[in-house]
Structure formats: C-alpha cells, structure tokens
T-cell receptor, first 115, second 114 residues
C-alpha cells in the first residue's frame, strides 16, 4: 500500500500565479480531505469529498480556492490567483467509509511558498 | 464555534521521563478522539484513539485519558525516547456521523533530550 500520494512536495511561485496541488488517495477509501497547516492556525480543514462528491467546503478560504475530485483516485486543489498568505503546507488525507474509525491517513504534504 | 486546543504549545522532557500532553475540546457532540504524531517534514500519523464510552485506553507506551465532564483528554507517553520528539495533535469528531471531519488542535511540540 503506497499510502496517500501528494504532488508536488514543494512549490515556489510568485503572487498571482495559478497553483495546482494533486492527491491520490488510498485505493478503496471513500473519503478524501484537504487540510492546510500553518504555524498560526494549525491544521485547518478546507474541504472533503465522499465518493467524489464535495460534502463540506465551508473551510475553503475564498473563491480563489477550488477543489475537484473527477474520480476515486485523484483530486486537485487549485489556487488562482495565489497570494503570499496562501503559503502553507497543504495535506491530503483519506479514510474508508463506515464504520467510521475516524483515522485519517495523511500524505506527506505539499509545501507552498508564494512570493 | 467548535474548537480543539492544547494547553501548552511546547513540552521539553528528558529521555526516560514520562510525558503528558493535554488537550481540551468544546463540542459536546464529539464522541471520538484521536492523537496524531507529526514528525518534521511529514504528515500526521495516527497514534491512538478513544471513544466517549471509555475513559482510558492503552497502547504501546502510550495511554490516552478522557474526561468528558470537563472535556479534556491527555496523552501519556511512558519512558519518552528521542524518537518521540515531534508535534502531537489531538483531534475530535463524531464517529457515528460518516459525514463529519476531524477537527484538529494546534499541536504541542515535544522535545526529548538525552
């Protein structure tokens, strides 16, 4: 089992550029989550999907952020246009459906720096 | 709103000592709690969990205690080792609600000196 795979691991971009982060969840997991981690705010839930359908996107900071899950094995988080305050580590996590053991399996994260 | 927080952002211990990391939560509906460990440059990893029908659960060198009356939980690490140095997060959720996500606290950085 390869675990949750995220790419890129590191991204440095300039303000105003489009950023796309990618995630491949663990095969067979019904839920996929995007979290953002900063020193100030800790781990914040941005959005999560169940069976490829977005369930709760209330954590998405602004319209500049969008997430998609076109199939069970792939999800993207896009920021357009990016701003310096978007600099953070973005984590993707997945878990099976019910019974909900609650355990999330995290990827290694994508560290984004917006200059 | 719902929140999960830790009492201390940092904790420094000597190798071999026992460590106790504390966490408070606000959502009375939370019935499931997890502790995660995050090493530098990596994603959080599951350590141990506990459900609200329990007040204590033990793993290998770790024990989680839950006090629902005061909405507090703690993680105890016995005989702390340098490899335990990491950031520790508590998280809460509703186990029977498939459509809910874990809410994480901000983390406590544990530093173990030998």
């Amino acid at each position: 089992d390869a675990g949750v795979i995220q790419s890129p691991r590191h991204e440095v971009t300039e303000m105003g550029q489009e950023v796309t982060l990618r995630c491949k969840p663990i095969s067979g997991h019904d839920y996929l989550f995007w979290y953002r981690q900063t020193m100030m705010r800790g781990l914040e839930l941005l959005i999560y999907f169940n069976n490829n359908v977005p369930i709760d996107d209330s954590g998405m900071p602004e319209d500049r952020f969008s997430a998609k899950m076109p199939n069970a094995s792939f999800s993207t988080l896009k920021i357009q246009p990016s701003e310096p305050r978007d600099s953070a580590v973005y984590f993707c996590a997945s878990r099976p459906g019910l019974p909900n053991t609650g355990e999330l399996f995290f990827g290694e994260g994508s560290r984004l720096t917006v200059l | 709103g719902e929140s999960v927080g830790l009492h201390l952002p940092t904790l420094s211990v000597q190798e071999g000592d026992n460590s106790i990391i504390n966490c408070a939560y606000s959502n009375s509906a939370s019935d499931y709690f997890i502790w995660y460990k995050q090493e530098s440059g990596k994603g959080p990893q599951f350590i141990i969990d506990i459900r609200s029908n329990m007040d204590k659960r033990q793993g290998q060198r770790v024990t989680v205690l839950l006090n629902k009356t005061v909405k507090h939980l703690s993680l105890q690490i016995a005989a702390t080792q340098p490899g335990d140095s990491a950031v520790y997060f508590c998280a809460s959720g509703e186990a029977n609600q498939a459509g809910t996500a874990l809410i994480f606290g901000k983390g406590t950085t544990l530093s173990v000196s030998s």
